[in-house]
C-alpha cells in the first residue's frame, strides 16, 4: 500500500482494559501492543487504512490515471519527480493531475516514464473516535481473544470478528 507507517490504534487502552475486565494498570504494554496487532491485522482484512495517516506512494508515469493502492484517499498533498540519482523535485500542478473519487479511490496522472512519488493522507476515520463501531467492536473482539490466548492456548478467533469487519472490506483485482 505504500509507506504508511504503523496503524494508528483504533480503540484506546481504557476501552479494551474495560473490554477484557483487567482492572490494573499492570498490563496495559501488553494491551497496547494488541490494539496494534489487532488493529493491523483489521487493516490488512480490510484492504484500507482505518485511522488517517499520511502516505507515500511510489509510481511509474504511463501517461494515463494511474490509482494508488492505498485507500480511502483523503486528500493528496502533491507529486515529486525522482530522478535517476533519487532527488526528489516537487512537480507543479501542469505537471500531474490527481482526482479521489467518490469512494475514496486515489487516482494520478504523470507523464509517460517519469518516476514520482506521491504524498497525501488516507484513512477512513480522522481519529479513534470516528472508526465505525463494527469495526472498533472486532478490534475489541480480537485483542480481548489475543489477550487470552497469550499463553498459545486460545485456538482460532472469534468468527464475530470477521463478521463485523466484512461489510467494510475492499476487493482489489491486482
Known amino acids: 500500500m505504500g509507506w504508511l507507517g504503523r496503524a494508528l490504534p483504533a480503540v484506546s487502552v481504557s476501552e479494551a482494559q474495560a473490554y477484557v475486565r483487567v482492572e490494573t494498570g499492570e498490563e496495559e504494554a501488553i494491551l497496547a501492543g494488541l490494539i496494534r496487532?489487532?488493529?493491523?491485522?483489521?487493516?490488512?482484512?480490510?484492504?484500507?487504512?482505518v485511522v488517517a495517516r499520511s502516505f507515500e506512494e511510489e509510481l511509474v508515469g504511463n501517461g494515463g490515471w494511474q490509482q494508488l493502492r492505498v485507500a480511502p484517499v483523503r486528500s493528496i498533498e502533491?507529486?515529486?519527480?525522482?530522478?535517476a540519482a533519487g532527488v526528489h523535485q516537487a512537480l507543479v500542478p501542469g505537471e500531474y493531475s490527481?482526482?479521489?473519487?467518490?469512494?475514496g479511490e486515489g487516482w494520478v496522472r504523470i507523464a509517460a516514464g517519469e518516476r514520482?512519488?506521491?504524498?497525501?493522507?488516507?484513512?477512513?476515520?480522522s481519529d479513534g473516535n470516528e472508526v465505525p463501531e463494527p469495526l472498533r467492536q472486532g478490534?475489541?473482539?480480537?485483542?480481548?481473544?489475543?489477550?487470552?490466548?497469550?499463553?498459545?492456548?486460545?485456538?482460532?478467533?472469534?468468527?464475530?470478528?470477521?463478521?463485523?469487519?466484512?461489510?467494510y472490506r475492499r476487493l482489489r483485482l491486482r
Not at 496487532?37 to 487504512?49: D, G, I, K, P, S
Not at 475489541?140 to 461489510?167: I, N, Q
Open 37 to 49: 496487532t489487532a488493529t493491523e491485522l483489521c487493516e490488512a482484512f480490510l484492504n484500507q487504512v
Open 116 to 125: 514520482g512519488v506521491v504524498r497525501g493522507t488516507a484513512g477512513l476515520a
Open 139 to 167: 478490534v475489541l473482539r480480537l485483542v480481548a481473544h489475543l489477550f487470552a490466548s497469550r499463553d498459545g492456548s486460545g485456538g482460532e478467533p472469534p468468527a464475530a470478528v470477521t463478521a463485523l469487519w466484512r461489510p
Open 78 to 83: 502533491g507529486v515529486e519527480r525522482v530522478d
Open 98 to 103: 490527481t482526482n479521489i473519487d467518490r469512494s
